[in-house]
């Protein structure tokens, strides 16, 4: 049987942490341990966490660092080969570690594997995410992940687990890099790792939560996960088009916040015929429109009416 690693990085989250806890506890199979590194929460994070009487769950504490050295010291400390990732934020259903063995146990030369998830976008709407690849509903080898993460990426931090040795070998996360981490390392795992995906639904992410990270992060700083493989992208033509599409979302965000400077600089940067029609379209329109839009498509969400730019 398969022992994982439960890693999960502490900042500000005491409206949200004994949910996920207790999410982790009612797992189906029984074989790991947790690691929660508080990274400096003020809000009394951790004695949320303290309450919990499980042997199981280890509360490391350290100053504010950030999600990317808070997993990594929390990884650095895992006693098993097998690490599982969930935000403080997030929910596991039940079968969620289970369905990880599964995976691993079909696809034994995957070192990496990932399970599929949905998005809670509204009180009452949860989105599905739509995958670039052949087969979405088949359990499978991903030939070519920056190819099936087109539409939505198919690995979710909080719904994947990876080896030890892979995190080693593709150099852990980024501690320079305050949001798109997780993307960032995603694109070293579809660089260097064998990828499996799993299309049951274990776990949920909720967009709209408190001390959200990337809400809080400046644009620009979002250049760097986006930035950080150029030179990988010229030897790579399936990872050129999709840090274009990570170009394209940033590009709407920049235009939507009257930066032209960094709207500009995004845009000469990507290759344009890697964006479909509607994307284009978005590119040249106004940012009162854009702003417009974006409120529409929050309203229509309301209504479980989803309208989304990448397909």
Same mark, same amino acid.
């Given at each position: $049987?398969?022992?994982?690693?439960?890693?999960?990085?502490?900042? %500000?989250?005491?409206?949200? +942490?004994?949910?996920?806890?207790?999410?982790?506890?009612?797992?189906? &199979?029984?074989?790991?341990? #947790?690691?929660?590194?508080?990274?400096?929460?003020?809000?009394?994070?951790?004695?949320?966490?303290?309450?919990?009487?499980?042997?199981?769950?280890?509360?490391?504490?350290?100053?504010?660092?950030?999600?990317?050295?808070?997993?990594?010291?929390? +990884?650095?400390?895992?006693?098993? !080969? /097998?690490?599982?990732?969930?935000?403080?934020?997030?929910?596991?259903?039940?079968?969620?570690?289970?369905?990880?063995?599964?995976?691993?146990?079909?696809?034994?030369?995957?070192? #990496?594997?990932?399970?599929? *998830?949905?998005?809670?976008?509204?009180?009452?709407?949860?989105?599905?995410?739509?995958?670039?690849?052949?087969?979405?509903?088949?359990?499978? *080898?991903? !030939?070519? *992940?920056?190819?099936?993460?087109? +539409?939505?990426?198919?690995? /979710?931090? =909080?719904?994947?687990?990876?080896?030890?040795?892979?995190?080693?070998? #593709?150099?852990?996360?980024?501690?320079?890099?305050?949001?798109?981490?997780?993307?960032?390392? $995603?694109?070293?795992?579809?660089?260097?790792?064998?990828?499996?995906?799993?299309?049951?639904?274990? $776990?949920?992410?909720?967009?709209?939560?408190? %001390?959200?990270?990337?809400? !809080?992060?400046?644009?620009?700083e979002k250049l760097n996960y986006?930035? %950080? &493989?150029?030179? !990988?992208?010229?030897? %790579?033509?399936?990872?050129?088009?999709?840090?274009?599409?990570?170009?394209?979302?940033?590009? +709407?965000?920049?235009?939507?916040?009257?930066?032209?400077?960094?709207?500009?600089?995004?845009?000469?940067?990507?290759?344009?015929?890697?964006?479909? =029609?509607?994307?284009?379209?978005?590119?040249?329109?106004?940012?009162?429109?854009?702003?417009?839009?974006?409120y529409l498509q929050s309203k229509l969400t309301q209504y479980n009416? *989803?309208?989304?730019?990448?397909?």
């Amino acid at each position: $049987m398969i022992q994982f690693s439960v890693v999960i990085p502490l900042y %500000n989250k005491a409206n949200y +942490i004994q949910n996920c806890l207790e999410s982790v506890l009612k797992q189906t &199979h029984k074989e790991f341990e #947790v690691i929660l590194v508080n990274d400096g929460s003020t809000d009394g994070s951790e004695t949320v966490v303290e309450r919990f009487q499980d042997s199981r769950i280890r509360l490391v504490h350290q100053e504010n660092k950030g999600a990317s050295a808070a997993r990594n010291k929390a +990884i650095s400390l895992a006693k098993h !080969e /097998w690490i599982a990732l969930i935000d403080a934020d997030d929910y596991w259903y039940p079968n969620h570690l289970e369905e990880l063995q599964n995976t691993i146990e079909q696809f034994p030369k995957a070192d #990496v594997v990932c399970n599929n *998830y949905e998005i809670l976008l509204e009180k009452d709407y949860v989105k599905h995410p739509t995958f670039s690849i052949e087969y979405p509903l088949k359990a499978q *080898y991903i !030939e070519d *992940y920056f190819k099936g993460s087109l +539409i939505d990426p198919i690995a /979710w931090t =909080s719904a994947l687990s990876f080896t030890s040795s892979i995190f080693k070998k #593709v150099g852990e996360f980024d501690t320079n890099i305050k949001s798109g981490q997780d993307i960032d390392l $995603m694109v070293k795992f579809g660089l260097a790792a064998t990828i499996a995906f799993n299309p049951k639904v274990t $776990m949920r992410y909720h967009r709209k939560t408190e %001390n959200n990270l990337s809400d !809080e992060t400046g644009l620009r700083e979002k250049l760097n996960y986006i930035d %950080n &493989h150029r030179s !990988e992208e010229k030897k %790579n033509p399936p990872l050129h088009h999709y840090m274009d599409i990570n170009r394209f979302s940033l590009a +709407i965000q920049a235009k939507m916040a009257q930066d032209n400077v960094l709207f500009k600089e995004l845009v000469g940067r990507l290759d344009i015929h890697h964006l479909n =029609s509607k994307q284009k379209l978005l590119l040249k329109t106004p940012a009162n429109v854009l702003r417009g839009l974006k409120y529409l498509q929050s309203k229509l969400t309301q209504y479980n009416l *989803y309208k989304s730019p990448y397909k």
